[in-house]
């Protein structure tokens, strides 16, 4: 059997690849962080993938995630992404347990991440998901309204603005699936002029991590080809 630290250690390597096959202007750019995508999988795979050193994870279902959370919370430098949609009533979960959260797609809900997150901790940090192939099935914001959220989010004193994230179009045209990356590296790069401290472009997944790290992607998610598919 392929043990946890095995797959991980071949993310490493793949991620590693991408990331060196990258022109010169992008090289220089912060290193790609993995994110282990441990949603639906069993606490003891988390447990493997941290005993191998590994301490970014992305949870989607609030319930299922917070019930991990509390069990695993000796071990504080777990750092814990929220990246599924948020209903406004799970909002306070994801405030007052998570680190980070890569969904948010609306002022809504920004407002309620800012007012439940609890003042002795450190202030939520968020990416804006964007809906970059305006697919009506997926969540995230249109780029209209980008620019409003984000100015939001940055006047919320308990959110972190840190950039943005994607789920792209499933599409085995690989020339489109650049594009969309390339027009969120643009989108992300022109949101930086105006917030500096934008460091965080979260795109790439187990299926399309190279185009996205060729692209500018700073953080991957990576479920599957870590922890086994899901049912
Ligand atoms: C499930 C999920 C992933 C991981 O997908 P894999 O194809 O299993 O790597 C990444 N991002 C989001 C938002 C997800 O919900």
Request: aromatic share 6%; charged share 25%.
């Amino acid at each position: 059997m392929v043990t946890i630290a095995e797959r991980l250690n071949l993310a490493y390597a793949r991620v590693e690849k991408a990331a060196q096959q990258r022109t010169d202007d992008l090289i220089t750019e912060h290193p790609v962080t993995i994110l282990a995508v441990s949603k639906t999988k069993p606490i003891e795979l988390i447990e493997d993938a941290y005993a191998h050193g590994h301490r970014q994870f992305g949870e989607s279902y609030v319930q299922e995630a917070v019930d991990k959370i509390i069990l695993l919370k000796s071990k504080k430098d777990i750092e814990w992404h929220f990246i599924g949609p948020i209903q406004s009533n799970k909002s306070r979960l994801v405030a007052e347990h998570f680190n980070w959260v890569q969904s948010v797609d609306r002022e809504k809900i920004a407002r309620r991440l800012n007012e439940q997150r609890p003042t002795n901790l450190m202030p939520l940090n968020v990416l804006i998901q964007v809906n970059i192939s305006a697919d009506k099935n997926k969540s995230g914001c249109q780029l209209e309204i980008l620019d409003e959220l984000a100015e939001f989010i940055h006047n919320s004193r308990q959110l972190n603005l840190r950039g943005l994230m994607t789920i792209t179009e499933q599409t085995n045209d690989k020339n489109k699936q650049l594009q969309y990356f390339q027009q969120m590296k643009a989108c992300f790069d022109r949101l930086k002029d105006q917030y500096p401290q934008l460091d965080t472009l979260s795109m790439g997944m187990s299926g399309d991590l190279e185009p996205a790290i060729a692209a500018g992607a700073t953080m991957v998610r990576i479920g599957t080809d870590i922890f086994g598919s899901r049912k």
